[in-house]
């Protein structure tokens, strides 16, 4: 109720409010470097389950946006293109986690954008497991 719309990049805890509804680690990416600032996020209904949107936003007031959710089928997918209209759509599936990021740049432009935030996913930690038995 609190979050119905939309909550702003300057509010602390909107990596931590999203992961907890989609289930998947959200972070806040760094797009800086390519001259993107994080806009805000958004909770969105996504088939049976829910899914993130974060927004990015350049000097020039283009933006792009980056859709995470949960797989429906835990797999991992190669990066993938399309183009639809003046929108590019990059997206991949890595580590229980599904990545789009759309946005009306040069592909060249994009696929930049989708490396970093592939670079700075963020990495689960190792399953704890069972101690050997002792002799």
Wanted: zero cysteines.
């Amino acid at each position: 109720p609190r979050h119905a719309v939309e909550v702003k990049a300057q509010e602390e805890h909107l990596a931590r409010w999203l992961t907890r509804r989609i289930d998947v680690p959200v972070k806040l990416f760094d797009l800086r470097e390519q001259g993107f600032e994080l806009v805000g996020g958004r909770l969105l209904p996504d088939g049976a389950g829910k899914s993130a949107q974060l927004m990015y936003q350049d000097a020039q007031g283009l933006r792009v946006t980056v859709y995470l959710r949960k797989p429906d089928v835990p797999t991992d997918a190669a990066f993938r293109y399309e183009r639809q209209g003046d929108l590019g759509v990059f997206y991949w599936v890595e580590s229980g986690a599904g990545y789009a990021l759309v946005g009306a740049l040069p592909k060249e432009q994009l696929l930049a954008l989708a490396e970093s935030i592939y670079k700075q996913h963020p990495v689960e930690p190792p399953k704890p497991t069972e101690p050997a038995a002792s002799r």
